[in-house]
Each structure stands twice: as C-alpha cells, then as structure tokens.
C-alpha cells in the first residue's frame, strides 16, 4: 500500500459500488424474465421499469467512474501473484466497460426501436415484434453473460481474499464503524 492510501474506499464510492450491485441484481432477472414474454402491451410496465433502472445505473456507473480518479483510494489488493493481481486490475476495468456498453446497447436498442414514445409517452404505438432484428439486442444479449461471469470473478475473488488470504479485503468496500476506524 502506498504511503498516503486510505485502508477504505470514500463512502461515494461505497454507496455507488452497492447501488450498482442491487441494481444489476435486479436488472439481470428482469431481463432474463422480460425477453421471454410476448411482445404485447402487457410487456411495456417492464420495459419501462427496465429502462428506467438501466438510464440510473449510466449515470452511476459515469460518477463511480469519475470519483474513482477524483478521489483517493487504497492501494490495489495483491493475492500474492503478478498474473492475478493483474488479471484483477483489468476485471475491474472489464466491469466498468460491460456495464456501460450494457446500457448503450439498451439505450441504441430503445431508440432503433422507437420504443421511448411507447413506453413513456404511452403512444399507443405497437411494440416490435422481434427486437432480435436490431442488431443492439443481440449485442444487449451476447454482453450480459459476459458481464455476469466477470461478477462471478469479482465476487469470487473477493471471497477469496476474505476468507482464503484472510487479508478483511471486503471492508474496503464498506462504511466506517466508528469514527477511528480506518
């Protein structure tokens, strides 16, 4: 660890770093569930809820990203190995990258559709009756396995630092319990 590193993260990012976790929580069953119902009217409440939570998780993802350099954070957890801290470092990145490519593609799928007169406007207007024939969907659908193994390896790795190295890594990411709590 550096000289001047804190042992935690600024509690910003705390917050945004589990926002962004509840959020995507949510958002991977809702869109798992959603892309399995008809194209019809009955679909429209979900796509807007969708799409509501995806438009948050941009602006998050934009202010943890901006934060992350703005403010000072702990030194980088090594597990001991050159090849694994590094793998860590571009996982990290890697999450960052999907999460924001996610919503694009989501956002180009929205407007390609023409689905925002749809579902906030309450056009009237007929849903489409694939969205497989834009071409954001299927980039929509080949990013969110990606994104979900890279958790996988973040949490994964996570609890291996916890639990495995012993090093208290997950209190990092997590609010101060007292005042002279680093």
């Known amino acids: 660890m550096t000289k001047n590193a804190p042992a935690r993260y600024h509690p910003s990012q705390v917050t945004f770093h589990w926002l ?5 929580f949510v958002m991977f069953p809702l ?5 399995r119902l008809p194209n019809d009217a009955g679909k429209i409440t979900l796509l807007t809820v969708h799409t509501i939570l995806g438009s948050i998780i941009l602006i998050i993802i934009i202010a943890r ?4 350099f703005r403010l000072p954070r ?4 090594t597990a001991g190995n050159v090849f694994l801290d590094w793998i860590g470092k ?7 990258m999907l999460v924001f490519l996610m919503v694009v593609s989501g956002i180009s799928l929205s407007l390609q ?10 056009s009237g207007a007929a849903l489409p009756a694939d969205f497989y024939v834009f071409v954001t969907r ?4 080949v990013i ?11 949490v994964g790795a996570a609890l291996y630092h916890q639990f495995v190295l012993n090093d208290n890594l997950l209190s990092r990411m997590w609010y101060k319990k007292k005042t002279g709590d680093q």
């Open 20 to 24: 962004t976790v509840v959020l995507l």
């Open 74 to 77: 702990p030194a980088h957890a």
């Open 138 to 141: 299927m980039l929509h659908g």
């Open 144 to 154: 969110a396995p990606m994104l979900a193994l890279l958790i996988v390896l973040h």
């Open 90 to 96: 571009v996982v990290h990145y890697l999450l960052y």
């Open 113 to 122: 559709a023409s689905l925002l007169p749809i579902i906030f406007g309450r």
């Open 31 to 35: 869109g798992t569930f959603m892309s």
């Open 65 to 68: 990203f901006i934060n992350r």
